[in-house]
């Protein structure tokens, strides 16, 4: 092999997973390359970017500001000058740490690497990449570009006949729309509770801005419970596909759906929007018949964005950059042009609602003012060790005088009850699990003095209500799915301190101290800052 002279940049795909199966690589380098800098490089949307960037092992972390550029072979020599400047010398290829990995691009990619190339392998036998070991490499990745550029192009030719054949008009945005006075509006939004509450602010930003006009709504039927408190919608249809349905779970089978179709026909609407970015929802929004169609393509939570159904959506609107999932949703508003902004309340809890729930907690033999801890996820990787919760759980008895309910569905009964046997105060505690339908969170939440939960949908229907949240959540979906208007109050894990293959919860890292002063602080200012429905509700419950 070569001498090894300038600095040596260590090149990895990006992943989480491949971040974590090459650790033991990194700490092998120094070995490796005693005399020499180490350098790795690092694109704006790597998922593992603030991991790398707190990496103490690299003696610099170079930020490409071209996102894919690795991966893009016409930004390479772009790339190619700009590690030349940096004085790398070698570039070390990491591969096969990560099985399940294409590695192809970066193989064709590392042609153009200035200096020696290596390749790395995970039992750190360093390989030349003019070494007959490794040709095999360069021409498996060969063929796998031609089969992707192949596939790609037959997209293309899909999609001209698509749009052609199937949207009958030109494929084009919506222009200004502060005009258009629609009689009958579609909203379409098939994924589950917790982000159907977080597309509330455009649904009813869109009532706000066509007060006229028939608004439906179409939804999965454990969805249909909320729409009890939502104003302004005037009839929500069932609808089951099978993408955001559990195994296990029904959905709407071949009549069903063709009775729906038949119903949405008659209705005429003017407009249908799919909010989300869904093929199902883009399926059904051709089915209606509806002329203007108004979606996502690409959609931001497409890990293919050339999905052929997009082309069903002869209106398309692409959204920029991700945001909390509720400006997502105005935004596609936003693009279509039609004003959008969050403003009033999204859920509307009557009176008698609030009553039926101080008798419902009441008879639990929840006495005093109370609050609320939803620790249950369908992710279970979303999810907390029960005995932390559990001393969370006292510390809410013994700090703050609260009452504690544990909620959940049904098949939750199980996990609470595993949190309750840690509980020191089980006098104070009851596990709620299945006890509130989801119609009835709302007049909960509102009454709750705090919620403690993980990344779920309830969390979702509490922010709605301004219930103070503290929420745990893994750093992937914080951003996103936060509680609208609480960024504050989430506690974060360090998923640089986890490994898939030991078992633990990505949360197991979150401190119950982290926790508890978390609760403090939130205590201390809604004291002062409660909601009048709140507090009349809790001194009736006491």
Same mark, same amino acid.
């Given at each position: 092999?070569?001498?090894?002279? +300038?600095?040596? &940049? ?20 120094? %070995?490796?390359?005693? @005399? ?6 690092? *694109? ?44 790398? +010398? ?11 990995? !294409?590695?192809?691009?970066?193989? &064709? ?5 200035? /200096? ?30 031609? %089969? %992707? ?6 997209? @293309? ?28 509006? &579609? ?6 509770? /917790? ?25 999965? *039927?454990? $969805? ?21 349905? $559990? ?22 609407? !003017? ?12 399926? &059904? ?28 959506? $002869? ?28 403003? /009033? ?71 609470? $009850? ?60 914080? !951003? ?63």
């Amino acid at each position: 092999m070569k001498k090894i002279t +300038g600095a040596v &940049l260590y090149l990895r795909v990006n992943s989480f997973d491949e971040v974590s199966a090459t650790e033991e690589q990194i700490n092998s380098l120094r %070995q490796l390359f005693p @005399a020499c800098p180490i350098y790795t490089l690092v *694109s704006p949307i790597h998922e593992a970017r603030d991991i790398i960037l707190n990496d103490a092992r690299f003696d610099k972390v170079l930020e490409y500001p071209n996102a894919s550029s690795i991966k893009r072979n016409r930004s390479a020599f772009g790339l190619r000058t700009f590690l030349a400047q940096h004085g790398v +010398g070698t570039v070390v290829i990491s591969y096969g740490s990560a099985p399940d990995k !294409d590695y192809s691009k970066l193989i &064709l990619a590392s042609i153009l690497f200035p /200096g020696h190339r290596v390749f790395l392998f995970p039992n750190l036998r360093l390989v030349s990449y003019l070494d007959r070991e490794v040709r095999p490499l360069f021409l498996q990745s060969i063929g796998r570009i031609i %089969q %992707q550029n192949y596939i790609r192009a037959g997209e @293309a030719i899909t999609e001209r006949r698509v749009r052609f054949i199937l949207c009958r008009a030109k494929y084009q945005l919506l222009e200004d729309n502060s005009s258009a006075s629609p009689k009958a509006i &579609l909203w379409i939004r098939l994924d589950r509770i /917790g982000d159907l509450v977080m597309s509330l602010p455009a649904l009813l930003a869109l009532r706000r801005r066509f007060p006229n006009a028939r608004i439906d709504v179409v939804t999965q *039927s454990p $969805n249909l419970p909320l729409f009890e408190n939502v104003e302004g919608i005037d009839h929500v249809y069932a609808y089951d596909d099978s993408t955001h349905r $559990n195994r296990g779970e029904s959905k709407t089978g071949l009549l069903d759906y063709i009775r729906l179709v038949a119903t949405l026909r008659k209705a005429k609407f !003017d407009w249908v929007i799919d909010s989300r970015g869904d093929d199902a929802a883009r399926r &059904l929004a051709y089915a209606t018949g509806v002329t203007v169609r108004i979606g996502q393509f690409p959609s931001i939570y497409e890990f293919n964005p050339a999905s052929v159904w997009g082309l069903l959506m $002869n209106y398309p609107v692409k959204l920029e950059a991700l945001r909390h999932a509720s400006d997502n949703s105005l935004q596609v508003l936003r693009n279509a042009g039609i004003e959008a902004d969050r403003q /009033g309340n999204l859920l509307t809890i009557k009176d008698e609602k609030l009553a039926e729930m101080v008798t419902v907690l009441q008879e639990m033999g929840v006495k005093s003012k109370f609050a609320v801890v939803h620790a249950s996820s369908r992710d279970r990787l979303r999810m907390w060790l029960p005995d932390r919760m559990a001393a969370v759980i006292d510390h809410l008895v013994e700090q703050h005088d609260l009452f504690v309910v544990i909620t959940g569905a049904t098949a939750d009964k199980d996990d609470n $009850n595993e949190i309750c046997k840690y509980v020191r105060n089980s006098d104070c505690i009851v596990n709620a699990a299945g006890a509130f339908s989801l119609e009835q969170l709302p007049a909960l939440m509102t009454i709750a003095r705090l919620l403690v939960t993980v990344d779920t949908g309830p969390m979702h229907i509490a922010a709605t209500v301004s219930t103070p949240i503290v929420a745990l959540f893994r750093p992937i979906y914080a !951003d996103m799915h936060y509680p609208f208007n609480q960024a504050n109050n989430v506690v974060i894990a360090n998923e640089s301190l986890y490994e898939a293959d030991s078992g633990e919860l990505p949360l197991s890292n979150i401190s119950i101290e982290a926790v508890k002063t978390k609760i403090d602080d939130l205590m201390r200012i809604s004291e002062d800052n409660r909601n009048p429905n709140s507090r009349e509700a809790n001194s009736n419950a006491k």
